[in-house]
């Protein structure tokens, strides 16, 4: 038997899996409870020039405040966005430098793990 730690739309699951022999595949001893449904939030509309380098978000949880506007300049690192998840306040950052095409989410929006949130050209 062998214990795996799987993350899936950012709710974390304990699973142990039996091995039944050398040729066979592996079979799930304890399947996963399923998360509770939600309604999938709409896709926010582009903006005309949205850019080709996407801002994720790195957890789920709602918009706290939007750090950058659009035409302005930011860096690898930069503060691009704020999320609030677990009462923490998370910073969403630029993955490289750019400058921001769009914003795709409004303060108050709840969001999903691996959103996008933004764009740089």
């Given amino acids: 038997m062998k214990n795996y730690t799987i993350t899936v739309n ?8 039996e091995e039944k022999g050398a040729g066979t595949a592996p079979v799930a001893a304890k399947a996963p409870v399923a998360a509770p449904k939600a309604a999938p939030a709409p896709a926010a ?3 005309a020039g949205a850019g080709s380098i996407q801002v994720k ?3 789920a949880g709602k918009v706290f405040k939007v750090e950058a506007n659009v035409g302005q300049s930011v860096q690898a690192g930069d503060t691009v966005l ?3 998840a677990m009462k923490m306040e998370i910073p969403v950052v630029a993955p490289e430098a750019g400058t921001v095409a769009s914003i795709d989410v409004a303060v108050g929006d709840a969001i999903e793990a691996g959103a996008v949130l933004a764009t740089l050209n």
């Fill in 82 to 84: 704020i999320i609030e």
């Fill in 45 to 47: 509309p582009k903006a």
């Fill in 10 to 17: 950012g709710n974390v699951y304990d699973v142990t899996v």
């Fill in 57 to 59: 978000a790195g957890a």
